[in-house]
């Protein structure tokens, strides 16, 4: 039987992940982490431990006396917030991802999944339809932290056999927890204000479109990458991952049609420039072909589930 570590439990993903990983192979086989003293309402019914990746050793001896045999890596500094520090950023987003590498390379896991993001290309790399291998000179430290330890992962199954897999998510979108402080954050936002009645002050510009994805496919994508067999991946830096791509503006006009009253104001901040670095659109053929990934969210149902389930009672957990 698998035992499984989510790094970074807390956050928008590995809330999600963990309910996931505990349905599909038990509650008690999936240890959610995170530096935070305390999780989120929705894990408390299985093991949690309180952990931060930067502790090293506290780390490889969890792993070692639990027996965890696979680990999602997902503790990480995200865009913007990096922007804010970027040495820190450097730090924790590298020497956890060295930490879980190296248990992996001395036999200690079997598996390893640690995520990348389109915020590895940057202003020289094809905009539209980018592919798979193409340009990469990230501008953001996040960015570049990203396509380092895409280097890092490819290195690490050539040399040492190590099986990690990981895939290049565009900006999530999901009402299960507030995201980190990433350049894609608006989208989410918008829900909230849209509920509460207020109105929107967006920080990107309407017309910047950027690939999105609901966070059921990309939970559902990381499974099936996951779960599929040794020999079908065959990339070990990262995979392209499609679902939506889309404008503030288109966002607001969907929210617009169950909300008439809904108002938005566009005042571009710093996020601007890093958002205009990064793709608008994604060639995931890679991901297709090797695994079979599919989305199943487009833009329409995304803003219907959306509405039908944000809560916004969450923001009063986090003023
Ligand atoms: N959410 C997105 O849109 C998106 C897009 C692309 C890539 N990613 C990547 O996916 C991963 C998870 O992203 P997320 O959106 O869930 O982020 P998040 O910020 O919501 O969650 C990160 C979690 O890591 C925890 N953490 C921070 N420092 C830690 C430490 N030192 N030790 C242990 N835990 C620590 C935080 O408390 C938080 O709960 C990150 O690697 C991120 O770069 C996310």
């Keep these: 039987m698998k035992r499984i570590l989510v790094i970074g439990s807390c956050g928008q993903i590995g809330t999600e992940l963990v309910l996931n990983l505990r349905d599909k192979y038990g509650t008690n086989n999936v240890y959610a982490s995170d530096i935070l003293e305390n999780c989120p309402e929705k894990l408390y019914p299985g093991p949690y431990v309180k952990m931060d990746i930067l502790e090293k050793e506290m780390v490889r001896s969890f792993i070692i006396s639990e027996k965890i045999s696979e680990v999602y890596l997902l503790a990480a500094l995200l865009s913007a917030k990096a922007e804010e520090r970027p040495e820190y950023a ?22 390893i999944f640690w995520p990348s993001s389109i915020a590895v290309f940057g202003k020289t790399t094809p905009k539209f339809n980018t592919p798979q291998f193409t340009i990469m000179e990230p501008s953001t430290v996040y960015g570049i932290s990203k396509q380092v330890g895409e280097r890092w992962c490819e290195y690490y199954y050539a040399k040492y056999d190590v099986d990690v897999r990981s895939i290049r998510y565009p900006g999530l979108i999901s009402y299960t927890s507030l995201p980190g402080g990433g350049t894609t954050d608006y989208a989410v936002d918008m829900f909230y ?108 149902m995304l803003v219907k589930k959306m509405l039908d389930n944000v809560d916004v009672s969450i923001l009063s957990s986090v003023s």
């Excluded at 450097?90 to 598996?111: H, P, Q, S, V």
């Excluded at 990339?235 to 617009?256: A, C, M, V």
């Excluded at 990064?278 to 060639?283: L, N, Q, T």
């Design 90 to 111: 450097w730090k924790l987003n590298m020497d956890g991802l060295f930490t879980i590498l190296d248990l992996a390379k001395e036999g200690y896991l079997r598996k």
């Design 193 to 300: 204000q849209a509920k509460l009645g207020n109105d929107f002050t967006c920080f990107l510009s309407d017309d910047t479109a950027l690939p999105m994805m609901y966070m059921d496919d990309a939970i559902r994508a990381t499974l099936e990458l996951m779960n599929a067999p040794k020999e079908n991946i065959k990339i070990r830096s990262s995979y392209n991952l499609s679902g939506i791509s889309f404008t503030p503006k288109d966002i607001f006009e969907e929210i617009q049609k169950y909300i008439p009253d809904f108002r938005i104001t566009f005042m571009p901040d710093f996020r601007q420039k890093i958002a205009d670095t990064w793709p608008s659109s994604i060639d995931d053929i890679s991901a297709r072909s090797d695994w079979g990934w599919k989305e199943r969210y487009n833009l329409e």
